[in-house]
């Protein structure tokens, strides 16, 4: 049997990138995360980085076909063995569909989605609160995880900036486009059969990772 494929979906802030890296922390699991594919392409320069870059910081999501060729790309380079959280992936309907046609080549399927909730209010704090490493992509808040030296990434040092997307004026946009754009998923999964798992994402960093811990163990019967 390959190695498990989980999908983490829910709006931004609410702690999916977090989870996913505690997740991506324990052997044999990595996480790809789109968002973050994307920021490292930009930052190379490359063709891809150029075509997203507009999208991005206005908040709105890069076109599906440039999203697949990424996806189906990284997850050809990780192989069957490896267990893959996707962050971020798929965000529409035709980006969910991409993915049941590609993972069977691969010889994998959407073994489960953990679908973290949490109020608009919610999240807009924590979007705000949020800093960046441009250099390990490593998520701090300052209300709520601030780093060890204010400013300054704990893992690598490198100075922690406020993404321009993470900015009031363009959160409420995002927030408006996962529900009108992802959300839908949850049906989606529910009529394909995939184990769809409820996080209650309002929750404290190490609550939610309990919650994490305990659906993937009873659902899927994996230990975390
Ligand atoms: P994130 O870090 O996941 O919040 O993503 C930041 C931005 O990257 C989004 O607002 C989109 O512009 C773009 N992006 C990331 N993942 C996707 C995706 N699966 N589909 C389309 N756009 C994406």
Redesign the pocket.
């Known amino acids: 049997m390959s190695a498990p494929v989980l999908v983490l979906l829910g709006p931004?802030g609410v702690g999916?990138?977090t989870q996913g890296d505690r997740l991506a922390e324990k052997p044999g699991w990595v996480r790809l995360?789109?968002?973050?594919?994307?920021?490292e392409a930009r930052r190379e320069g490359t063709e891809l980085g150029r075509k997203?870059e507009a999208?991005?910081d206005?908040?709105?999501?890069?076109?599906?076909d440039?999203?697949l060729g990424l996806?189906r790309e990284k997850l050809e380079e990780l192989g069957q063995e490896t267990r893959v959280i996707l962050?971020?992936?798929?965000?529409?309907d035709i980006?969910a569909r991409g993915l049941d046609e590609l993972l069977p080549d691969l010889g994998r399927t959407v073994d489960g989605v953990l679908l973290f909730e949490a109020p608009d209010e919610t999240l807009v704090k924590r979007i705000a609160g949020r800093r960046s490493c441009p250099e390990c992509e490593t998520l701090y808040n300052v209300y709520f995880d601030p780093p060890p030296e204010e400013g300054k990434c704990g893992r690598c040092g490198a100075e922690l900036f406020h993404?321009k997307?993470d900015r009031p004026d363009t959160v409420q946009g995002?927030l408006d486009?996962y529900r009108e754009q992802t959300e839908p998923l949850v049906r989606y999964y529910e009529a394909h059969s995939a184990e769809l798992l409820p996080i209650a994402g309002e929750q404290g960093m190490d609550e939610v990772w309990d919650q994490v811990r305990t659906s993937l163990r009873d659902a899927l019967g994996l230990e975390v």
Do not use: C, H, N, S
Not at 87 to 92: H, I, K, L, N
């Open positions: 931004p999916k990138g995360g789109t968002g973050d594919l994307l920021r997203a999208y991005m206005e908040g709105k999501l890069v076109p599906d440039l999203i996806v962050d971020g992936f798929p965000r529409t980006q993404r997307d995002r486009v």
